[in-house]
């Protein structure tokens, strides 16, 4: 039986288990959502604008075609998550001390994202455009640059990546040591850090 779409503006969706009680379809504006678990929860077609998400769970949920339109992130676990199968119409997010482990971006359109103090290992940035983001205070281990775009992005105080500068496009992209010494991992040197 097909529910009608809802629509929630200035809504406050606390300590709500989702993986037990049905999310409704429909479209959020303006809807904070703390400490909510969505973990493995379908979030196919739904619209979230200029929504907050804080301390929930969202891993493994399903955001195919998903709106994400001036959405922020903070404190929240986000493990292997899909934001390559979000609708890419206004695509716009932030987070802030979020985990995103195994997630994937690819081909996304993220320019000016901030990604803060957030656990970003294993995640595919594959062909992603990164035009002016800030990646502030994130881990990086192991995670998947290949023709991204990253001009003009500051991974000064970001850590543990590692990409091939001749297969992406870094212009203008900002860098500290000893993290820039990443884009030379594929030539399998040594360099001494004294």
Known sequence: METKPVYKTEETFANIDFTKSLFAKGEYEN????NCNFSDTDLSQ???SECEFTACNLSLAKLADVALRGVKFKECK???L??????TLGLAVGFDQCALNHSSFYKAKLKKTVFKN?????VDFTECDLTGSLFDACDLMRATFENS???KTDLRTSFNY?????INRIKKAKFSL?????LLDKYDIEIDRT
Do not use: A, T, W, Y
């Not at 957030?118 to 294993?122: K, N, P, R, V």
């Not at 590692?162 to 001749?166: A, E, H, L, V």
């Not at 000893?178 to 990443?182: E, F, I, M, S």
């Open 46 to 48: 739904i619209k979230f």
């Open 162 to 166: 590692s990409f091939d500068p001749q």
């Open 82 to 87: 899909r934001f390559d199968q979000c609708n």
């Open 31 to 34: 809807c904070s959502f703390l």
């Open 118 to 122: 957030s656990q970003l290992q294993e």
């Open 149 to 151: 775009i990253l001009e």
């Open 178 to 182: 000893p993290g820039v010494l990443g």
């Open 78 to 80: 986000m493990l292997g």
